[in-house]
């Protein structure tokens, strides 16, 4: 899956929260300052190139709609996270937020029970 740059995926973050929706909706949920009309615009283009959203014409109105899921991007990302820092290894990764007390052991040892329990 192709990889979003940060101000792609600002754009695609709002997309999956308000779709549908337009240029104007998107830049109303990025508060101040407010980017150009243009700037947004294109990076929604770009999106739309890359095959992250589709887009509707109504009028003079493009109306976009994601066509890859906030969770199959989570996933892909998630997975070059674990491929390119930590070996391919998911247990290299949780030591690591063990470590850097991202996740406490107490919530981990939760968080084992439950998939032991499913």
């Known amino acids: 899956m192709k990889k979003l740059t940060p101000a792609e995926e600002q754009i695609m973050k709002i997309i999956w929260d308000i779709a549908p929706c337009s240029v104007g909706q998107i830049i109303d949920k ?3 300052p407010r980017p150009p009309h243009s700037t947004i615009s294109s990076l929604v283009r770009i999106l739309d190139q890359k095959g992250f959203i589709t887009h509707e014409a109504y009028g003079r109105t493009f109306v976009y709609r994601p066509v ?3 969770s199959t991007y989570l996933k892909s990302s998630l997975k070059d996270l674990v491929r390119n820092y930590f070996s391919d290894s998911p247990a290299q990764l949780v030591s690591f937020l ?4 991202e ?3 107490k919530a981990l040892m939760e968080l084992i029970e439950k998939l ?3």
Do not use: A, E
């Open 103 to 105: 996740v406490d052991k």
């Open 116 to 118: 032991q329990n499913d």
């Open 98 to 101: 063990v470590k850097q007390k």
């Open 30 to 32: 990025m508060g101040s």
């Open 68 to 70: 890859v899921k906030k």
